[in-house]
């Protein structure tokens, strides 16, 4: 009989794929259950929370798949203002060209995403936080980040100004936009 983790992982999986090929919109927990090979009821008793929490399990995923690679890049930016803004402009073209996640932001997927994305936005914002926390740390020892800010805040005030990259993307080039505005508010002046 498999592991509990090894069947929502199998759900998971196939959910992502479902989501890709019908949109989340229109993804059933039937068709997820058939994609898994697994009964409908077996998805509800691993995910209890229904269809939301298997949406909200599908964006972990990826972003924790993101974060991983995000972690390594961060650790080759020569300052915290580069890491800030090769950190943004890396989320947003993920977020955009993700094939997952471009399926979860798909005009047929903003009910079904907003909802299971409000209801689990504190996992999110816990999930970046945790990655973040580390270089944060050793920004703020070495006096490139404010100190009088948390890394709470600060995954925060991110996280909606990625956002709002991605709902209204800008003209042009975006780096210089947050180079001026959005670096000051967390990198120390130099």
């Known amino acids: 009989m498999p592991q509990v983790t090894e069947v929502r992982e199998r759900i998971v999986n196939a959910a992502g794929e479902c989501f890709a090929r019908y949109g989340v919109g229109k993804t059933t927990v039937e068709d ?4 898994a090979g697994l009964s ?3 998805v509800y008793r691993s995910f209890g929370g229904g269809r939301d929490e298997v949406v909200l ?4 995923r990826d972003l924790r798949r993101f974060l991983d690679r ?10 915290v203002p580069d890491a ?18 471009g399926a979860l932001l798909a005009p047929d997927a ?8 409000a209801g ?8 970046c936080a945790d990655y973040v926390r580390p270089h944060f740390g050793a920004a703020q020892r070495e006096g490139s980040l404010r100190a009088d800010i948390t890394v709470e805040g600060s995954v925060e005030f991110l996280f909606r100004i990625i956002s709002s990259m991605i709902v209204m993307p800008r003209d042009g080039e975006p780096r210089e936009f947050l180079r001026t505005y959005v670096v000051p508010a967390l990198a120390e002046s130099s």
Do not use: N, Y
């Open 40 to 42: 409908r009821a077996t």
């Open 57 to 60: 399990a599908v964006v972990l």
């Open 84 to 101: 800030i803004v090769e950190g943004v402009v890396d989320a947003v073209a993920f977020v955009r060209g993700d094939p997952q996640m």
């Open 70 to 79: 995000l972690a390594a890049r961060l650790r080759r930016e020569r300052s």
């Open 120 to 127: 689990g936005a504190r996992s999110l914002l816990d999930l």
């Open 32 to 35: 997820i259950a058939a994609a």
């Open 110 to 117: 903003a009910g079904p995403m907003q909802a299971a994305v």
